[in-house]
Structure formats: C-alpha cells, structure tokens
C-alpha cells in the first residue's frame, strides 16, 4: 500500500508540473487569433486619424485671368457678380456677351457692366461700373474667388486704374462682410501696382469679393489680376515685384494761330453754324448730311453732337487736347462729319492733322463740298499734317468725315481755316 500511495503521489506531482509550464489549453487561441484584451486594460496609442483629402494641394494657385470661366458664370473657383449697394449683396452675372475686344459676364444680355477680358489692357480682367454702386442706383461688376477647400490661403493681386478715372479703393472682401484689403487707386494711374500680400483663414466654400466702385455717375473700368495661394509651401507669393516706370511718353498736341480753330470753337449750343463756322452732322454715304440731332455730355468723357442712333462728333476727355473725335459705325454704316461754314465769300485754306489713335480700320478722312469730294487725306497711328485750299461761297459748307474698312472707327481731327 505504501508503494501505491507513493506512486500516486508521483503522478500528481509531475501532472500539476506540466500544466505550471504552459501545456495544451482549450482556453488558449489558436494561432493567429488575437486575444481578447483584459479587461480595464488602456488601449494602445497611435497615430492620429488623417484629415479628409480635399483634392487641392499644398501650393496650388488660382489665377483670376488664366482660370477666367467663359462657359459657366457661377461654377469653379472664379465666378461674377453685379452689386448695386457697395457689396452689401451680389447677384449673378448671367450673360456671357463678346463684343469683339471686350467680352465677358454682365448681368443681362446687352449690357456692359459686368467682368471681363478687354484685349487692350493684357494680363488683367476688367470690372465695369456704371456710376458709384449705392441704394441700387448703379451697378458693379464683381469678381469673386470661392474657396474650395479648407485652409490658409494667401491673396495677392495686381491692379489698375489706366484711364485714371473717379474709383474708390479696390475692395477684397469676405462673404461674411469683413474687409480684407483695400488699395488706394489715386497713383496706380500710369503703371499698375500689387496689394500687399495678405493671409487669409477660410472653409470650404467661403467668397472673397473683389470690385472697385465709382465715385459720382461716371462710368469706371478698373483692372485686376488677382493670384491667390492655397497652403503656399514656400516664402515666393510674398515677394512684391517691382513695376518699372516708364518714360515719360511725348504727346502730340496740335495747335495752330488759324482764324478759325474747331477745337477751340467748338459749339455745345448749336450744330448748325449759327454761332461760330462749324457743323456737326452725320453722313450715311458722304454725299448728303444732316445736322445732328442732339448734344450731350456722356458718363465716359464724350461731349459730343449725336446722330439720332447716338452716333457722336466732338471733343472728349481720353482724346487729349486738341482734337475732335469723329465716330464710324461700320463700313457702310453711319459717319458722323465736322464741317467749316464759309462766313464769307472767299479762297480759303483749310489745314490741320488726322490721327488714328487706336489703330482702328480707318480707311481716309475725305473733305466734301456739294457732294463731291475735294480732298483725301491719310490717317495713319501717327499724327499727319494736311493742307489744301477751297473756294467757297458765303454759307458753304466742307464736311470732314472718316470712312471705316470694317468696324467701329473713331478717328481724331484737327481742322483749322484761315482766308486768304
């Protein structure tokens, strides 16, 4: 018994040995399994869960003039806008209207404010404004930048006020109403300039509102090309460039001691001559004229005679001194005319200079007496002197008028009439 005992003994002592070293279990996981964890156990730290992508990355940049949107006004990044309270609210430019050189986002067909290209003025968009935008009395063009993706963004710019006309400041603003920049136009006259480069904070699908509103009435077309960064991953969009000035360019101003001067005597209170020997009339085939219809000084700077169409003749404030501008529809369209009336009877010489400012499809000026032409006179980009004589009767009328090759011609004359 003794034997026994002490062999059972044994067996049990070598049993509770083998399951200490970790034997075969039905309670251990098969291999590749993970264990539950224990309980109370903290659970093991890592990375961070990643941002959603947003599709843009770092350094992106969106440039107003090469990202200009001809197909869909209010879609992608750049969209257009009219305001007519200063910003307050904007509504959507609709209609997409190519007027040859100029074309762009207005707010119904036909009209000219709005935002646009004008291939005059390369490299920059053009904001139209037909008088100072307040109480819905005029309207503005607006360009806007929406955001699309959260982040910082970096605003820079290039603006411009060529024509020097009456603008406020050009206005960044956010569309929660926040003024995010504003640059002064008073200087940025002969050369363009650069706002300062400005961060700005937005989300996904916040606006930066960019226009330049008028002061008074007058028509403004101010220009800007706006550059603006996503999460810049360099120092490179804070750097202003440098705008060289150039020259100071000689301007032709023509001037003559002649007895009778157009410019100089021009009439805003009669076309027919009554008053000082100068006409104003329109032509169809510079043949038959008639006097024009009406005078009136235009938001743009013309102060003109107009044909019944709004066809005009007479001096403005962009054609310098000097000069009248005489307007041509089309060719074979309406032609408004200058004429010298004879005041008395006599032999006169009638001289001055014609200019093509615009290199426009300007063909001659003619000079006409009694329906029959009496001299063809060059324009050219440059100005060109001319000089012929004509004898004329008391009352007699010669008429300047310029023809057109195609479209549009507004052509600049300096006429002058001395008796001999």
């Not at 109370?40 to 730290?45: F, K, T, V």
């Not at 104003?280 to 044909?307: C, P």
């Not at 054609?319 to 041509?328: F, Y």
């Not at 006179?377 to 010669?398: D, N, Q, R, Y």
Request: charged residues 20%; negative net charge.
């Amino acid at each position: 018994m003794k034997k026994l005992s002490l062999a059972l003994a044994l067996l049990l002592a070598l049993t509770l040995s083998l399951s200490a070293c970790g034997g075969p279990s039905n309670n251990n996981p098969d291999p590749g399994q993970n264990p539950e964890p224990p309980l109370n156990s903290e659970p093991e730290q890592g990375e961070p869960d990643p941002a959603p992508d947003s599709g843009v990355a770092p350094g992106t940049v969106f440039d107003s003039v090469s990202g200009f949107n001809k197909e869909a006004g209010q879609e992608g990044v750049w969209q257009y806008f009219f305001s007519g309270d200063n910003g307050e609210t904007y509504d959507p430019c609709d209609s997409f209207d190519d007027y040859g050189t100029v074309r762009g986002w207005h707010p119904w067909e036909g009209s000219y404010i709005g935002v646009g290209i004008n291939d005059d003025v390369e490299g920059f968009l053009e904001l139209d404004t037909d008088g100072h935008s307040t109480a819905f009395s005029h309207q503005m063009g607006v360009l806007a930048f929406e955001a699309p993706a959260d982040g910082k963004y970096v605003l820079t710019a290039a603006v411009w006020n060529p024509w020097d006309q009456a603008c406020e400041a050009f206005t960044f603003r956010h569309s929660d109403g926040t003024v995010l920049y504003e640059q002064d136009m008073t200087e940025l006259v002969k050369v363009h300039g650069y706002i300062t480069p400005t961060d700005v904070e937005l989300n996904t699908g916040d606006k930066i509102y960019i226009y330049c509103n008028a002061v008074g009435s007058d028509w403004v077309s101010a220009y800007v090309n706006a550059t603006i960064y996503y999460e810049p991953t360099d120092d490179s969009c804070y750097e202003v460039p440098e705008v060289p000035v150039p020259p100071e360019e000689e301007v032709f101003v023509p001037t003559s001691e002649a007895a009778y001067n157009a410019f100089n005597q021009f009439d805003a209170t009669a076309c027919d001559g009554s008053n000082v020997p100068w006409v104003y009339a329109v032509t169809t085939d510079g043949v038959e004229f008639a006097l024009a219809e009406r005078y009136e000084d235009k938001d743009y700077g013309a102060h003109q005679w107009f044909s019944g169409s709004g066809t005009g003749a007479g001096p403005t404030d962009y054609t310098g001194e000097g000069w009248l501008e005489l307007n041509t529809t089309a060719q074979d369209g309406e032609m408004t005319a200058v004429g010298f009336k004879a005041p008395a009877d006599g032999t006169y010489t009638l001289h001055g200079y014609t200019h093509n400012p615009y290199g426009q499809p300007a063909d001659m000026v003619h000079a006409v007496l009694n329906g029959a032409e009496i001299s063809a006179i060059a324009i050219g980009e440059e100005p060109a002197e001319f000089s012929f004589e004509a004898e004329l009767k008391a009352g007699e009328t010669v008429y300047f008028y310029c023809n057109s090759t195609a479209d549009w011609v507004s052509a600049s004359l300096a006429v002058y009439a001395d008796a001999q």
